[in-house]
């Protein structure tokens, strides 16, 4: 039998009653409780998951709260690696923006990168090129900087790893980001796999380009093949989650993809969907789907 959850740091039982008014079904007795309420779907009701998806989508706008359709199968055991874009995803910021911030020219970086996370820039690896270059002569320690001083995880990040720990799940972090910032998150989170770009460096600053293949949307896609293989696994039993449209192609090969405070075009074409919520929102489904 399928559930339907609901979750936001501000959900109250009136929220909840409004949407499930929406989709006609019964509220007697449903109630938020911790910030959070859970349903289960009768199994005579026969609204599609695409029309309960766009009937809640707008709702969860309005009132400001995530959801999940959890089919019976969606059990913690089914899955053995997470996967993770990093930028926007597993941290707070687009480190390419914050390294371009200390060359003053962070809105020229920025702009490229949103319209290539956007999907309007088809070519990842030209984006990138084009950014890369703008950080010619940046001093090496900004890198230090910016880990220092601006990356932060997002919220729920920890509970994520823990959880994924806790049910023996491997973890891969896979960015078009950069080394030496998924290298920091591998030896501070204790992740198994990594994989990003390398940015060359001669005399203590940036060259302004990015050694060997550029990590794109197809080389993630691989990378969380090759990771399944290593693990004896199929990408079934994958979970990925991501923000832009370079992580659409792993998304499509994988169990359970999840979108988070994702790009539009993202959100269309994920599993699931977190706008609201922490990356502990996924935590929050598996427990309420026991």
């Not at 994702?262 to 922490?278: M, R």
């Amino acid at each position: 039998m399928s559930r339907l959850f609901f979750s936001s740091q501000t959900l109250n039982t009136t929220q909840v009653h409004t949407a499930l008014d929406a989709l006609n079904l019964p509220t007697l007795g449903v109630e938020a409780l911790n910030q959070q309420a859970c349903i289960e779907i009768p199994e005579a009701y026969t609204l599609p998951k695409t029309a309960i998806t766009d009937t809640l989508r707008p709702l969860g706008r309005v009132h400001q709260f995530d959801f999940a359709i959890l089919e019976a199968e969606f059990q913690a055991n089914e899955f053995k690696l997470l996967a993770m874009d990093m930028d926007s995803t597993l941290i707070t910021i687009e480190c390419i923006d914050e390294i371009a911030d200390f060359a003053g020219k962070k809105k020229e970086v920025s702009e490229i990168t949103e319209a290539a996370m956007r999907g309007e820039i088809k070519d990842f690896s030209e984006s990138l090129n084009r950014r890369v270059a703008l950080l010619k002569g940046v001093p090496e320690s900004c890198l230090q900087s910016v880990f220092e001083e601006r990356l932060r995880l997002s919220p729920g990040a920890e509970e994520l790893i823990a959880y994924a720990k806790a049910h023996k799940w491997k973890t891969l972090l896979v960015s078009g980001g950069f080394t030496f910032f998924t290298d920091k998150m591998k030896e501070v989170l204790g992740l198994d796999y990594t994989r990003s770009n390398t940015l060359e460096i001669v005399d203590g600053h940036l060259t302004g380009r990015v050694l060997g293949t550029i990590v794109d949307a197809e080389v993630k896609r691989e990378t969380v093949l090759e990771t399944c293989t290593l693990l004896g696994c199929e990408p079934s039993r994958a979970i990925v989650v991501g923000d832009g449209s370079n992580d659409l192609k792993m998304m499509e090969i994988s169990g359970a993809s999840v979108a988070f405070h994702a790009k539009p075009v993202v959100q269309e074409k994920t599993d699931f969907c977190i706008n609201h919520g922490g990356l502990d929102t996924i935590c929050k489904w598996f427990e309420a789907n026991i």
